[in-house]
């Protein structure tokens, strides 16, 4: 399915709209998977027509154990693991996780061989020849661009449970917490074992509270619920309306930056050394500095979207308080005659 083709024909629903706007806010941006946190907003010679979206096969919808892995293995196609994950702070070595998943449209640059922006390509000229004396500057051109460009993303559900055992949980459970995307539950048994059962969640807010409920009972007393599958149904047909970012997906991928063209072939290989050293003197957790630029392309996003309901909110309360005003004074001048 191509959004952009099909608007030809008719009018995108405002589901399409909406997921279009989210693609075009990822694709092309700039990502750095050392550090997990995105750059740029688009580093492509994007086009509307580039951009293909597909809807996926039905999937299995069973939660699975996962891994937690906090440094991806980097590839000429390497998945996304953006920071800031917020269950990461969750999870301890004792914890189990669970995930299911739900990926309702891919969204990819249809191009074979994608170009950098004009702009892209004039801040890799000014970059000097690579060698251990520049190494700062293309360390810090890094840093604030990303290493990465983002080629393919997934949109959808992601539904991610957290077990801690007893041990681990008891002096750090002892209050819940409640938020947007989680949820905090403890619960005791004759034994005094507690279990402390976190859910994470991205995609179907409008069920959200039912399908954590539901989430916590099933992993709380290690049994499905009877309305399991009723309530995750739904959720998943709400993803239809209100999908959100996929990033560990495996149908989530970004390319190096050397590898797409614009620029010289020196200039591609300048990129690729410098990448590699970049690379191994981060391959140390503590010597990776704090993103300069760490804000999701989905919050901008949204953030654009939540300002112009904000500036439609505002003129109508000014309308509103001018005829009350307009009222009140009609009303002081018929009293006063």
């Given at each position: 399915m191509n959004l952009v083709?099909?608007?030809?024909?008719r009018s995108p629903s405002a589901a399409e709209?909406?997921?279009?706007?989210?693609?075009?806010?990822?694709?092309?941006?700039?990502?750095?998977?050392?550090?997990?946190?995105?750059?740029?907003?688009?580093?492509?010679d994007l086009k509307p027509s580039t951009i293909r979206v597909?809807?996926?096969?039905?999937?299995?919808?069973?939660f699975s154990p996962a891994t937690h892995v906090p440094y991806p293995t980097l590839s000429d196609s390497a998945a996304l693991c953006p920071r800031p994950l917020a269950y990461q702070p969750?999870?301890?070595?004792?914890?189990?996780?669970?995930?299911?998943?739900?990926?309702?449209?891919?969204?990819?640059?249809?191009?074979p061989s994608p170009k950098l922006s004009p702009e892209m390509t004039r801040l890799i000229r000014r970059l000097p020849p690579w060698s251990t004396e520049s190494k700062v500057q293309y360390d810090e051109f890094f840093?604030?661009?990303?290493?990465?460009v983002v080629t393919k993303v997934a949109f959808g559900g992601v539904l991610r449970i957290i077990v801690t055992s007893t041990e681990e949980a008891s002096a750090q459970s002892r209050k819940s917490t409640a938020g947007r995307?989680?949820?905090?539950?403890?619960?005791?048994?004759?034994?005094?074992?507690r279990?402390?059962?976190?859910?994470?969640?991205?995609?179907?807010?409008?069920?959200?509270?039912?399908l954590t409920r539901a989430a916590e009972h099933y992993f709380r007393n290690s049994q499905k619920p009877p309305e399991w599958d009723s309530i995750r149904d739904k959720w998943i047909k709400d993803l239809e309306h209100d999908p959100g970012f996929c990033p560990d997906d495996p149908n989530t991928e970004c390319r190096p930056l050397h590898t797409f063209g614009g620029i010289t072939r020196d200039e591609q290989i300048n990129l690729e050394r410098a990448f590699g050293s970049y690379l191994a003197s981060r391959s140390d957790p503590e010597n990776i500095p704090i993103p300069k630029i760490a804000v999701d392309p989905a919050s901008r996003f949204l953030r654009r979207q939540s300002e112009q309901k904000s500036k439609a909110c505002i003129g109508i309360f000014h309308r509103v308080v001018d005829v009350l005003a307009k009222y009140f004074q009609r009303l002081r001048r018929h009293r006063s005659t």
């Open positions: 083709a099909a608007s030809t024909t709209q909406r997921t279009l706007g989210l693609a075009e806010s990822y694709l092309g941006v700039t990502y750095d998977p050392i550090r997990k946190s995105f750059g740029r907003t688009c580093v492509l597909t809807k996926l096969r039905p999937q299995e919808h069973e969750a999870i301890y070595q004792n914890s189990q996780q669970f995930v299911l998943r739900h990926v309702v449209l891919v969204a990819a640059v249809s191009s840093e604030n661009y990303g290493t990465h995307n989680r949820v905090t539950s403890v619960s005791s048994s004759r034994l005094a074992r279990r402390n059962v976190l859910v994470f969640r991205d995609g179907g807010a409008s069920i959200a509270e039912e």
